[in-house]
C-alpha cells in the first residue's frame, strides 16, 4: 500500500539549515510527485515545494530562495532542505503525493527552531 | 497568489444534521486543461490531513456518501449531508491549478 514517511531533527538552532527526508513506498517516485506541506502549530496549512514525476521542480515563492527539493529514486526518498532556520519556521512539515492529486500525506514530523 | 476564503471558521452540529463549508477562491480554478483542481481535506485532531474530495466533486476511495462536493470557476461547496461523530476535525479546501497552490484557512467542526 501508498505509504510515506517523513523523518529529520525535531529541533534545529536559528540561522542552521534544516534536512528533512520523505522515504515513500507502494508507489514510484518516476510516476508520482512529491510535494511538502507545513502547518504552524495551531495554524493552517501551507505548501512549500514540489518535485514531479520527471524530476522538475516547484517552490514557493516566498521561500523560495532559502529552499531546495531533490529526490534520491534508488531509494524513494525525496529530500527538502530549508536554510537560515527562523523561528517562524517552527511546524509540522507533511510530505504527500502530489502526482495523484495530495491522496496520500504522511504522518508528518515536528520541526522546532530554537536556540 | 489565489487566495482560498473558506467560511464559516466553525461549525457546531448536532449528530444526524447537516453541514456545508464554503470556499471561494480569488480568481478561476479551471486549468488549461479543462479540469477545475478543488480538493477538499479532513485533518482529525492529531493527525495528518486526509483528502475525501477531488477535482472539485469526485468522492475519495471509502469516503461515505453522505460527503458532497460541488461547485464551479471560484465557488465551491462541501455539504455532509447527515454529521456523525467521525466527521470531527478541521476541513481544508485545496486549489491545485495555480502556483503556488494555496489551502484555505479552515473550517473546525464540532460536534454539538
Redesign the interface.
Known amino acids: 500500500q501508498v505509504q510515506l514517511k517523513e523523518s529529520g531533527p525535531g529541533l534545529v538552532q536559528p540561522s542552521r539549515t534544516l534536512s528533512l527526508t520523505c522515504t515513500v513506498s507502494g508507489f514510484s517516485l518516476t510516476s508520482y510527485g512529491v ?1 511538502w ?1 507545513r502547518q504552524p502549530p495551531g495554524k ?4 512549500i515545494a ?1 518535485i514531479w514525476s520527471g524530476g522538475s521542480t ?5 521561500l523560495k530562495s532559502r529552499l531546495s527539493i531533490s529526490r534520491d529514486t534508488s531509494k524513494s526518498q525525496v529530500l527538502l532542505k530549508m536554510n537560515s532556520l527562523q523561528t517562524e519556521d517552527t511546524a509540522m512539515y ?1 510530505c ?1 503525493r ?1 502526482g495523484g ?3 496520500y ?4 514530523v515536528m520541526v522546532t527552531v530554537s536556540s | ?1 489565489v487566495v482560498m476564503t473558506q467560511t464559516p471558521v466553525s461549525l457546531s452540529v448536532a449528530i444526524g444534521q447537516p453541514a456545508s463549508i464554503s470556499c471561494k477562491s480569488s480568481q478561476s480554478l479551471v486549468g488549461t486543461s479543462g479540469k477545475t ?1 478543488l ?1 477538499w ?1 479532513l485533518q482529525r485532531p492529531g ?5 475525501l474530495i ?2 472539485v466533486s469526485k468522492l ?1 476511495s471509502g469516503i461515505p456518501d453522505r460527503f458532497s462536493g460541488s461547485g464551479s470557476e471560484t465557488d465551491f461547496t462541501l455539504k455532509i449531508s447527515r454529521v456523525e461523530a467521525d466527521d470531527l476535525g478541521v476541513y ?1 479546501c ?1 486549489q ?1 491549478t495555480h ?8 473550517t473546525k467542526l464540532e460536534i454539538k
Do not use: I
Not at chain 1, 500525506?105 to 508528518?108: S, T
Open positions: 510535494s506541506v493552517g496549512l501551507e505548501w514540489a516547484d517552490y514557493n515563492s516566498a507533511f504527500a502530489s492529486g495530495y491522496d500525506w504522511g504522518q508528518g | 497568489d483542481y480538493n481535506l493527525q495528518s490531513p486526509k483528502r477531488y477535482l475519495d481544508y485545496l491545485g502556483f503556488p497552490l494555496t489551502f484555505g484557512s479552515g
